[in-house]
């Protein structure tokens, strides 16, 4: 079984300071982690993913992401939060061993960054 | 290129009502997927398809059908519409090109069951 949890309902950040949206994950073998982004009323726009190589991801609109074997984490971080970055973030999941190939989804979390 | 197109955008519903929601997509995908949204539970798959003629229940099949007759469309039907399936619906869709390809997203459909 694949799992993935987000543990903040909501991040608050001011504009200009770094922010960080934690993300958990639970498989049974290798992990593919991806992040999305929706803005209110939209869909969900892929951000980046981790397949494999280097733990560092930089993605869309210059947020980026750690994956930590470990500590079965991928965190989304960037450097210095904008005004227009508030929106709900989802962290997702596929096990590299998941017949269907089904996306498992957080609960998603929602950024604050005020001016 | 379109990418993933949802209608309708909007629907308000009586219980006991049908509709069907209708989601294409122009990029030559393979798999599509039916997704539910509610606040703070993230997205929930309904059902999924591998390919043309093909379909697969997700983790909240129940009171929903769908149908894949061509590759570009995949509908989501609902035959007895209860208050339970007021959410937002997302279209979803991927290649084939290996587990890590990408799942593009339509823009939702916002469904109300009074």
């Known amino acids: 079984a694949q799992s993935v949890a987000q543990p903040e309902d909501q991040v608050n950040v001011a504009e200009g300071n770094p922010l960080t949206v934690k993300c958990t994950y639970s498989v049974s073998g290798n992990p593919y982690l991806f992040w999305y982004v929706q803005y209110p009323n939209r869909g969900l726009q892929f951000l980046l993913k981790y397949i494999t190589g280097d733990n560092l991801v930089k993605g869309s609109y210059g947020f980026e992401a750690e994956f930590n074997k470990s500590q079965t984490s991928f965190h989304l971080k960037k450097p210095s939060a904008l005004v227009s970055d508030s929106a709900l973030y989802f962290c997702a999941v596929r096990d590299e061993d998941n017949a269907g190939n089904m996306l498992t989804f957080g609960g998603g979390t929602r950024l604050m960054v005020k001016p | 290129n379109a990418g993933v197109t949802q209608t309708p955008k909007f629907r308000v519903l009586k219980t006991g009502q049908s509709m069907t929601l209708l989601c294409a997509q122009d990029m030559n995908h393979e798999y599509m997927y039916w997704y539910r949204q509610d606040p703070g539970m993230g997205l929930r798959l309904i059902h999924y398809?591998?390919?043309?003629?093909?379909?697969a229940k997700g983790e909240v099949p129940d009171g929903y059908n769908v149908s894949r007759l061509k590759k570009q469309n995949f509908l989501l039907g609902l035959e007895s519409a209860a208050p339970s399936q007021t959410s937002v619906y997302f279209c979803?869709?991927?290649?084939?090109?290996?587990?890590?390809?990408?799942?593009?997203f339509g823009p939702g459909t916002r469904l109300t069951v009074l």
């Open positions: 979803a869709s991927r290649q084939t090109s290996g587990r890590a390809s990408t799942q593009y």
């Open positions: 398809s591998v390919g043309e003629g093909t379909t």
